[in-house]
């Protein structure tokens, strides 16, 4: 069965960095698009960042256009989200994504807490 599960989190301060990994298994990784989302308390979930599944087209929200960069390793059935100069409305669990017919896949989710 399909499974995703992030790793990478922590506290950082502002201005700081951290690194998100997913690890995927159960399905041909390689095939499929890749996204990050994340939730803050009391908000919406919301996408943050989205990769074609070979990696040659990435989106990302406004919010961290500039900041952030998505990126997959095909051989290792994972994807990496890069968070530079965080901030902390950046804080919130952090969550890895694949839709595969028609449904939508999580991972646990990675806390993510930017303060000084």
């Known amino acids: 069965q399909v499974q995703l599960v992030e790793s990478g989190g922590g506290l950082v301060q502002p201005g700081g960095s951290l690194r998100l990994s997913c690890a995927a298994s159960?399905?041909?990784?390689?095939?499929?698009?890749m996204r990050w989302y994340r939730q803050a308390p009391e908000k919406e979930r919301e996408l943050v960042a989205a990769?074609?599944?070979?990696?040659?087209?990435?989106n990302y929200a406004d919010t961290v256009k500039g900041r952030f960069t998505i990126s997959r390793d095909n051989a290792k059935n994972t994807v990496y989200l890069q968070m530079n100069s965080l901030k902390p409305e950046d804080t919130a669990v952090y969550y890895c994504n694949v839709i595969k017919d028609m449904r939508f896949y999580w991972g646990q989710g990675t806390q993510v807490t930017v303060s000084s």
């Open positions: 990769i074609t599944n070979a990696g040659g087209s990435t």
């Open positions: 159960g399905f041909t990784f390689s095939s499929y698009a």
